[in-house]
């Protein structure tokens, strides 16, 4: 993936986002801080999907920033 810039804007869906708390976390050679996409909002939560499609999951809106890719 190409560069990324953490941005303070408000999400939408569509954007393109990423989990604060695993930036740099690496499990078995793998990083856990990718960027993913919000499908959906909810209340206080938000639907993120991956960007391949395989996963997709709900968490806390406030665990993620949008990301702008360059």
């Known amino acids: 993936m190409e560069d990324i810039t953490i941005v303070d804007d408000k999400i939408q869906e569509g954007d393109f986002i990423i989990d604060t708390e695993k930036l740099g976390v690496v499990v078995n050679g793998e990083k856990l801080g990718v960027v993913v996409k919000c499908v959906r909002l909810l209340d206080d939560d938000l639907i993120w999907e991956s960007l391949d499609g395989k996963s997709r ?14």
């Open 57 to 70: 999951a709900c968490d806390a809106i406030y665990l993620f920033k949008k990301v702008v890719i360059h």
